[in-house]
């Protein structure tokens, strides 16, 4: 290949090691993410050759998860791998990437997989102009940065984009380690990450705020209390969708919504408590409206009880 000819990193020709099914694979960063995926990987057959950790719980990390894995720079990285995992920040991507490809650390043929749900491959596109094979496959679960976490792959989907001709790639991947490859367009990837969030961050936030309204009434374990529950409406909303809703206002309850409602207003509770009630409360009033479950008078009802 002449330095006129353009790059195309889906013809090139394999490493024997790529041929092979073996990659040496390199992480960067050894965050919670990265270390853990790159066991998985390593579990799988690759051979993680390099890591890059700053911080000492970074290198803690690498060294329980990724044991006998030196610790590199990133330009000796992006020498070394013929995989590249970026698990780095979602806002420090775009910059990353943008510096490989300046600084000439690109390789053509070389796989960049990044873990970011917010983006898709276009974060990629220096590093795919310079001949790199860009992924995006993103880990739909929580990481303790534990050995746990490779139990629980077994039972994680993966946000998976790549063009056409190298998802299947991006999907052995994600099956290597043990996950389920659920295939994402690059148009509708920040749709998936904000309804992830939506889902896990706020179900935490719910969470912590009911524990804390239980603790200030004298139950000291609130999970006890809790877990049964939640857990129940959680596999009930996901089997049945919003025919699953229950709760004054599912049942058009108004008279113990308006209770719940001057509580919240008279409490001593933090104003945040209030706030995720009244707001959650109006979305249900909504999807219950939508879907038959009360009727307009109910829903009009119940929305001036919050509206007062």
């Not at 997989?113 to 917010?118: A, E, F, K, L, P």
Request: hydrophobic letters at 45%; aromatic letters at 2%; a negative charge.
């Amino acid at each position: 290949m002449t330095a006129e000819q353009p790059v195309d990193p889906y013809a090139a020709e394999l490493p024997p090691s790529q041929r092979e099914g073996r990659l040496g694979i390199g992480v960067i960063s050894a965050g919670k993410v990265g270390s853990v995926l790159g066991a998985a990987l390593r579990g799988a057959g690759h051979s993680v050759i390099g890591a890059h950790a700053v911080s000492e719980d970074s290198r803690n990390r690498a060294e329980s998860l990724l044991g006998g894995v030196p610790v590199l720079e990133i330009p000796e990285i992006m020498r070394r791998a013929e995989l590249v995992l970026l698990a780095v920040p979602d806002d420090a991507l775009s910059e990353l990437v943008a510096g490989l490809a300046e600084a000439g650390h690109i390789q053509a043929g070389q796989l960049i997989v990044h873990t970011s749900g917010r983006y898709g491959t276009e974060v990629l596109a220096p590093a795919q102009r310079n001949g790199a094979i860009g992924l995006a496959i993103h880990p739909a679960m929580t990481f303790t940065g534990l050995s746990m976490d490779l139990q629980k792959l077994h039972t994680c989907a993966f946000g998976v984009t790549a063009p056409g001709p190298v998802l299947p790639i991006a999907q052995a991947l994600v099956v290597e380690m043990g996950g389920e490859p659920v295939v994402i367009q690059e148009a509708d990837r920040l749709t998936y990450h904000a309804a992830l969030a939506h889902a896990s961050n706020h179900l935490n936030t719910i969470t912590g705020q009911s524990a804390e309204m239980l603790h200030r009434i004298g139950v000291e374990r609130a999970e006890t209390v809790l877990r049964p529950l939640m857990q129940a409406s959680l596999d009930n909303a996901l089997a049945s969708g919003e025919g699953a809703l229950t709760g004054p206002v599912a049942r058009g309850d108004v008279g113990t919504l308006r209770h719940h409602v001057q509580l919240l207003a008279g409490s001593e509770l933090p104003a945040d408590i209030r706030t995720a009630y009244m707001a959650m409360a109006r979305a249900t009033t909504q999807r219950a409206l939508d879907r038959s479950l009360i009727t307009d008078v109910k829903a009009a009802e119940l929305l001036k009880v919050l509206d007062a």
